[in-house]
Nanobody
């Protein structure tokens, strides 16, 4: 069983930055990790993913260059650095985990475990 707890959300002005963290409990060393978000009235969407080795990452096209995903396996924690934030980035951000066989895999969906989410609000 894997439990995920997000933190780091909050209120920020447009153009600002936030770093989200997701602390995992349980054996996640062979789990790819991802970030998703859900804005009010919209479906949940993929943001970024990282392989369990950390060598591979994948981003939603619209977020490339502004968001960076990383992980520290020694701390069982993944991060999402968000820069140049825009009001349309306002959403609840969720981290997710998925067991993967290969060290380079970065899944975009079908995750096994989810956190409870952290709210990010970007004011204009």
């Amino acid at each position: 069983q894997v439990q995920l707890v997000e933190s780091g959300g909050g209120l920020v002005q447009a153009g600002g930055s936030l770093r989200l963290s997701c602390a995992a409990s349980g054996r996640t060393s062979t789990y790819a990790m991802g970030w998703f978000r859900q804005a009010p009235g919209k479906e949940r969407e993929f943001v970024a993913a990282i392989s369990w080795s950390g060598v591979s990452t994948y981003y939603a096209d619209s977020l490339k260059g502004r968001f960076t995903i990383s992980r520290d396996n020694a701390k069982n924690t993944i991060y999402l650095q968000m820069n140049s934030l825009k009001p349309e980035d306002t959403a609840v951000y969720y981290c997710a985990a998925r067991s993967e066989r290969y060290y380079y895999q970065v899944p975009r969906d079908n995750y096994d475990y989810w956190g409870q989410g952290t709210q990010v609000t970007v004011s204009s």
